[in-house]
């Protein structure tokens, strides 16, 4: 039997496992398919994240300071824009 044929074969049991594969994250939502990606990249991100922190100066605020800021933010994010 030439190598042709016997491909041919064993390609016809059905499809391949990357074509699994790709059509059950198709069919993730959005979120899913982010923090599957979140899950593989990990090690990027958590080296990213640790290079981010060591740049970013540390800041005087206090946390009183913090929460009135993240109140006001929330605060002004709810308003509805009229145009």
């Known amino acids: ?7 041919q074969k064993l390609t016809q049991k059905g499809p391949s496992t ?5 059509d059950s994250i198709a069919g993730m939502s959005a979120s899913a ?7 593989l990249n990990k ?3 958590s080296s990213y994240a640790t290079e981010l922190d060591a740049r ?13 800021l993240i ?4 605060k002004n994010g709810r308003k509805k824009k009229k145009g």
């Open 18 to 22: 990357f074509a699994l594969l790709v």
């Open 56 to 68: 970013v100066t540390p800041n005087n605020l206090t946390a009183s300071e913090i929460d009135s």
């Open 33 to 39: 398919q982010k923090v599957l990606w979140m899950q």
């Open 1 to 7: 039997m030439s190598t042709v044929k016997s491909y």
């Open 71 to 74: 109140l006001e933010a929330k």
């Open 43 to 45: 090690e990027k991100l």
